[in-house]
Structure formats: C-alpha cells, structure tokens
C-alpha cells in the first residue's frame, strides 16, 4: 500500500501589475491526496487519487474587460479510481 499527500499554500497575490484590491486573489491552501494498492508481482495498480480534497473555492485569476471583471475559478474536487495493468 501506498500512501501520498501534498499540501499546497499560496499567499494573497494580485492579478495585474499596480496590485488593483478587486483583482487580488485571497491566500489559500490546497490538499491533494493519494492511496494506492499493487499486486504482489506489480501486474496491476489500483489507486484512488484526490485533487483539492477539501474543494477549497476560489477564483484563479482575474481579467478586466471593459467595465466588466473577469473571473476564472479553480477546479472543484476532483476524486478518480484508477486501475492500471502492466502487460
């Protein structure tokens, strides 16, 4: 058995060059993880991986248009299984 993890921290930041407030994007911490399982003879691989575990929302950047602003936000969590054999 496997076991991973990876924690991921971004402080506040802004999204253009004279640091508008509207356009800053707030800190934030991400959390990946990961579990795994391999056969005896490693033929096969079962795994279940999770992105941003705790579906932390936020907006990854930002972009004026006009009079309007932009927002992109980031993924949601995201969970897959996995089942992989080597032949």
Do not use: C, M
């Amino acid at each position: 058995v496997r076991l991973g993890a990876s924690v991921d921290y971004n402080d506040k930041f802004y999204n253009d060059a004279a640091n508008t407030p509207i356009q800053a994007a707030r800190a934030r911490t991400l959390v990946d993880a990961l579990i795994a399982y391999d056969s005896e003879n490693r033929d096969w691989t079962l795994s279940l991986e999770g992105k941003n575990i705790l579906n932390h929302h936020y907006y990854s950047t930002s972009l004026p248009v006009l009079t309007t602003l932009v927002v992109y936000p980031n993924e949601p969590r995201i969970v897959t299984a996995r089942f992989k054999y080597n032949f």
